[in-house]
């Protein structure tokens, strides 16, 4: 079955602190990887999108990796602030078109000062 | 920057009605997607489109429509609305290949 597992379900941390999320996936065939910003009340953000052959990507302080032997990506935010108080969504694409996305539950993160 | 418009931001609407969600985008994108998310089940599909006038059934279309009679345009109808349609509900469109832009949701509530 393809599923895509994130955890943990909610993070709580302090302002400036760094942490990371993870995302598990079964997902087969793959072709890319997402990680999306939820906002409370507002539509999902993208931050990065990999595909089989990169291990790493950045979007400011967001990392994101991606070892797709163990099927297996995080992503890391660096020196947290309030506003990165929100929900991450990890997303597998089973082909390239992006018409067949499997999305994870996400994890809540509180950010707090 | 990519603009995904949705027609309403919270709607409220009566068991029975039948209810239209408009999705608009900018950016001439093939691909269109209509889903909903709940407290513990993360998105959910429910249609897609991959051109005007195609479009392709998702997780769950069930007590669902879409048109797409311009690529532009995008619109999920609830033919008779039930409490169990009470959710968020998001547009999002996409070209071939690169990551899906999304609108800023509407809360649809049926009383």
């Known amino acids: 079955k393809n599923q895509v597992e994130q955890s943990p379900q909610s993070l709580i941390i302090l302002e400036g602190k760094n942490c990371t999320l993870q995302?598990?996936?079964?997902?087969?065939?793959?072709?890319?990887l997402r990680w999306y910003k939820q906002d409370t009340g507002r539509g999902p953000v993208s931050l990065t999108i990999m595909t089989f052959s990169e291990n790493t990507k950045s979007n400011g302080r967001y990392t994101a990796t991606l070892d797709a032997d163990t099927k297996q990506s995080s992503l890391h935010i660096t020196a947290s602030q309030l506003s990165d108080s929100a929900s991450y969504i990890c997303?597998?694409?089973?082909?390239?078109?992006?018409?067949?996305?499997?999305f994870g539950k996400g994890t809540t993160l509180s950010v707090s000062s | 920057d990519v603009k995904v418009t949705q027609s309403s931001r919270y709607l409220v609407k009566r068991t029975g009605e039948k209810v239209f969600l408009e999705c608009v985008q900018d950016?001439?994108?093939?691909?269109m997607f209509w889903y909903r998310q709940d407290p513990g089940l993360g998105l959910r599909l429910i249609y897609f489109?991959?051109?005007?006038?195609?479009?392709e059934k998702g997780d769950i279309p069930e007590g669902y429509s879409v048109s797409r009679e311009k690529k532009e345009r995008f619109s999920l109808i609830l033919e008779s609305a039930s409490t169990n349609q009470t959710s968020m509900y998001l547009c999002?469109?996409?070209?071939?290949?690169?990551?899906?832009?999304f609108g800023q949701g509407t809360r649809l509530t049926v009383v």
């Open positions: 489109s991959y051109d005007v006038k195609m479009k």
């Open positions: 999002a469109s996409s070209l071939v290949g690169v990551e899906a832009f």
């Open positions: 997303v597998v694409s089973r082909n390239q078109a992006g018409t067949a996305l499997i």
């Open positions: 950016m001439d994108h093939e691909n």
């Open positions: 995302c598990n996936y079964t997902v087969s065939p793959f072709s890319n």
